[in-house]
Every structure is written in C-alpha cells, then in structure tokens.
C-alpha cells in the first residue's frame, strides 16, 4: 500500500455494496447510460458503457447527448464452448448487438453496439446459454486463458481442468449479478459476501493462464500469473509459476512499463489453483490503490523484488515452492488448418481477422461458421490469436469446412501470407473509449502494402508477427511482436520491433510518432536487410536482435527510441 488516498474507482468500490451500486435502478429507468460509480462497477459485470465515437463530435454540436452503447464480454475459460452456446450467442447478437461476434485475445466472446434497453436480456441470454459475462472485466481474474487444441492427450485435458479449477476458485462471490440480471431475490450486502474479494476486490485487473511448455499459444509471459505446466516423458509434472506480467502502459510516462513475467517456482500440479490464490490474495494486500497506473501486479513486483515476493508467498503457502525448471524456447503453435486429435477424429482451425465474425463483402465468415456449425454440431474452441478451432470432426467433416469456408469467400490457412496469419488488432475506434487512433478498421489495408512489399522481397512465408492497438494499454500484446503499431494519437503511430513469436521476448520503440500513411516506407529499409541478410527461418524479431547486437531478453519496454541504425536500403532482386 501507497499511504496515499485512494482512487476514485476505489471509492466507488467500496460504496458499491459488493458491485450493486445504483445499476438495478438505473436499469428499471428510461435513462440511456449510467453515472460515473455505476460505470466502475459494471466493468465487473461484464459490460463496458461505450459510445460511438464517429458521431460524438456532430452530436456535441447539435447539442445532443452522445449515442451510448454497451460491449458485453464472455468469459469462456480456455475458450471452450459447444455449437449450441456458439449459435446462441449468435441470435444474441443479432437480437441485441450489432450483429457481430468478436474474438477476444483471451480466448472469450464480445459483443458490441449493444443498447442500454437491450443489456439485461443480453447478459440474462448470455446465462441461459450457461456462460456468464462476471469476472470478464473489472478488478478481479479476468478470463483464465489455456491452450484450446483439443488433441485429446491428458495434458490439454489437464489445462483445460486447471483453467476451469481457477475461473471457478476466483469468480466473485457476490449475489449482486445474479440480483441485477437474473431476477434472482435481493440480499443485503454483507462483509462475508465476498470472503475473498472482501469489499474493494483488487487494485486492477488480474490476468492468468495455463500453458504448457510444448506449446505457448496463450502468451504466457504477458499474464500477470502463469501456470507453465512442465511435460516430461508425455505428461504434466507439475508448473513453473510467473508472475508479474503485463502489457499497459502509458505515453509520455516513463515510470510506466510493459513488463514479462518472472518465474517465482516449482509448484505441483495438486496445487496450481491455490498458487494462483495466494498470488491474488498478496495482489489484493498489497497492490497500489491511489494511484490505478501503477496498481498491476508488476508494479507491486518492482517495488518488492522477486526474493520478498517469494518469502512472502511461501509464507501464506501450505506447500514448498521447488526451484524453477528449466526449459528451452518454448514453441508456439496457431493450430490453424487441418490437425487430428488423439481419439482419431479431427479439428480445424479457422482464420478471423481482428477476431471479427462479420459478412463484408464476398467475404462472408459469419454465414460460413454459421452453416457448418449448424450442420456438423462440432465443438468450438477459441484461441488466444482470435481465431476459432472446430473440433471433434470425421474426415469428411474437414472437407465439408473447407468447401464451405471457400464457397463464401473465406481464406484457407495454407492460403494466407504469414504477416496476416500471426495479425492481431484491438477494436479501437469507433467503440473504444480509451483509443486515441484506429486499429481493426486499418489492419486489412496496412496488412494488404505490407504482404505486397513482402511478396516482392520473398517474404511472404518469412515468421512476421503484425500487431496493432489504438493505445499504448496492449490488448493485442504489441510488445511482444516482431512489428507492432501503437496508436499515439489520430493517424499517428509508435513503431516498435524485436518481439516474435514465441512471446518471450519484449520490442523496442523503433521509430516514434509515424503516420499511418507512412508505416510501410518507415519499415521498408529493414525489411529490405532483412531479405537481403537472414538466415534460414529468422523472424524479423530475430534478425532485428542479431542486428542491434542485442542477445538479453530484455523484461520490459523502456519507451526508449534506440539509436538510428545503419539501414541504408538495399538493392534486392526483383
């Protein structure tokens, strides 16, 4: 703890009588959005108030009020969800959203566009679909990520399990959602409510996965806590735990910093989950509550160091953390394409561009998921790179996919380049209310120049992971990517470069304050060395750091611009 006030968000909650605040009454009104308390505490319910911020400004002028909507998230442990859920979730969005579905990064459903009339039978729709929206947001563990390939072995089982075992062991225990959207019957707040969360739930956000050191498709070094399951001899030993994670940061302010995981110990598999809960309950004590910049994890890291971190877990735990194993690279996979599973029968995975399920266009991705959901009833998995996994198929069932994907204009994964395959992009604008510039409606053009660049320098299956953010608070994990774009303000981006994909590995601030228009020429002289100089099967992130000289894994993005390198362009052949 600071010794400093606390923060507004804070104050509203612990007045928020376990997150009720004024909601039910504001609900039940012919109000369109919520007032400012309301808004802190819906955020843990699942929803984020929003508005659409193409029409703000002509709005303000002809003195109206702006046009408020909501995005509702889903939290989906480890992503799993059966047909059923998937087309229900559908007719929601149709019903009561914009008529889209968004991958998250993390592995859950969004909604967006969703009207203030249209909120509580959206989430009570969501619920009788038995999923839930609480704990997607707010202070408290957010969606718990764990590797969606469903390859049928006990170790993916065991993630999945352990994943679930977390999401269940930290939801909140307030009675508060169920009263607001469920009808159910009103109970008076007390301080045992919420026996852990007690009455100001953490200082910020809390983010957790499951993965395994065979394949580190949720990013394990970005989460503020990671369980890192150790497979020996074709079964999970037990975890290496991380802890401190993070990508958030803010422009202009240099004690504010992108930051990887550090491992912290050896924990046996039987206790996973209350490695988790004791990190959480330390964040909870601990964590800075004036001052909601520096209230992650990380931050609390910092100030400590990893050796009183540990004395202070081992502490509270009821086990002995053992020493960290060690490990190669980890590998990564975007289980995209045709895979069989250890039962015999196959899943697919589809590309979704920025997550977006959405018809534009020949391009009609929603009615392809549609079709083939509804006819086929596969299992469906969502992964941490915004793509969907359709599971438990026979092997006519994944020629049925491929013609359908192709009959409605969608991309195979053989079909793309890799710049595109490994993209990620936040929803920015016009949604977000903390983007500064855009981000998912820019990535197709800016990924179109960059794969036209790269077919002509025979990069086009070159390892290149593009990602891009409307702000500097990382959704789309940008510093952990060979090349990333973070928007600075309207049209104006920071280039960062050096990450890849393994997610092990932070960027560094490349070139400061780019226009949209000219990110490609910015990059191209390094692209050009690069074709010009690689080795086989080096990243850009790769040659990037053998260029620079730079061989430490660096453990946070300083917000420093390196020094111009010699990148005079080179003559490449045609």
């Known amino acids: 703890m600071t010794g400093q006030p606390e923060s507004k968000v804070e104050v509203a909650k612990r007045r928020g009588r376990h997150l009720r605040g004024t909601i039910a009454e504001t609900l039940a009104s012919e109000r369109t959005h919520f007032g400012h308390d309301d808004v802190s505490l819906l955020k843990f319910h699942g929803t984020y108030q929003q508005d659409d911020r193409d029409a703000r400004r002509a709005l303000e002028a ?88 469903p390859l049928g072995d006990a170790d993916h089982a065991t993630v999945r399990q352990v ?97 990887l995981a550090q491992p912290l110990g050896f924990v046996p598999t039987a206790h996973g989950v209350e490695a988790v809960r004791l990190v959480a309950a330390i964040f909870r004590d601990h964590g800075n ?27 509270r735990a009821s086990f002995t953390l053992g020493p960290v194993v060690a490990l190669p690279p980890l590998p990564f996979h975007d289980h995209l394409g045709r895979h069989r599973q250890r039962d015999g029968r196959w899943f697919y995975g589809v590309f979704i561009q920025s997550g977006r399920i959405v018809d534009t266009g020949d391009h009609r991705l929603k009615t392809a998921l549609h079709e083939i959901v509804t006819r086929l009833r596969p299992g469906i998995r969502l992964t941490g790179q915004q793509n969907l996994l359709l599971t438990d198929l ?53 990924l179109d120049e960059f794969e036209a660049e790269l077919e002509r320098l025979g990069l086009r299956d070159a390892p290149l992971t593009i990602r891009m953010t409307g702000c500097p608070n990382g959704c789309a994990r940008p510093y952990t990517a060979d ?72 453990s946070m993005v300083t917000g420093r611009e390196l020094p111009t390198i010699d990148l005079v362009p080179l003559e490449v052949a045609r």
């Not at 203030?116 to 969501?126: E, N, Q, S, V």
Request: some cysteine; hydrophobic content about 40%; glycine content about 10%.
């Open 483 to 554: 090349l990333a774009f973070v928007g600075r303000s309207l049209g104006l981006y920071n280039v960062y470069v050096g990450g890849g994909l393994a997610g092990d590995r932070l960027v560094d601030l490349y070139r400061a304050d780019v226009p949209i228009g000219e990110l490609l020429s910015t990059m191209r002289p390094l692209l050009q060395r690069w074709a010009a100089e690689r080795t086989d099967h080096e990243g850009l992130g790769d040659f990037y750091q053998r260029l620079m000289g730079l061989r430490a894994v660096r």
């Open 163 to 259: 994943a679930e075992a977390m999401a269940a062991e930290l939801r909140p225990a307030t009675r508060a959602y169920h009263e607001i959207w469920l009808d159910g019957e009103k109970q008076v707040s007390t301080e045992s409510e919420e026996p852990f969360y007690r009455d100001r739930y953490l200082p910020r956000k809390f983010k957790t996965a499951v993965g395994l050191s065979t394949d580190n498709c949720v990013d394990i070094w970005s989460q503020d806590v990671g369980l890192l399951a150790i497979v020996q001899d074709g079964r999970i030993q037990g975890f290496n735990l991380l802890v401190g994670g993070g990508l958030g940061m803010t422009h202009n302010k240099g004690d504010t910093t992108a930051r």
């Open 394 to 446: 026979d092997a006519d069932g994944t020629e049925t996919v491929e013609r359908i994907l192709q009959a409605h204009g969608v991309a195979l994964p053989a079909q793309l380049s890799a710049a595109r395959r490994f993209s990620m992009a936040c929803p920015a604008l016009p949604t977000c209310g903390l983007a500064v510039a855009e981000s998912e409606r820019a990535i197709p053009g800016i």
């Open 289 to 315: 509550r004036s001052d909601r910049r520096h209230a992650r994890l990380k931050y609390l890291l910092a100030e400590w160091g990893i050796q009183r971190f540990r004395e202070e877990f081992q502490r």
């Open 62 to 149: 002809a003195g109206l009020e702006k046009a408020y909507a909501f995005m509702v998230r889903v939290a989906i442990p480890a992503g799993a969800v059966t047909a059923e859920q998937y087309l229900g979730l559908e007719q929601l969005a149709d019903g009561h959203a914009n008529g889209t579905l968004r991958v998250t990064t993390r592995q859950g459903f969004q909604f967006h566009g969703v009207l203030k009339g249209d909120l509580k039978a959206a989430i009570a729709g969501i619920n009788q679909s038995l999923l839930t929206t609480i704990a997607a947001c707010g202070d408290v563990q957010r969606n718990v990520m764990g590797c969606a390939a």
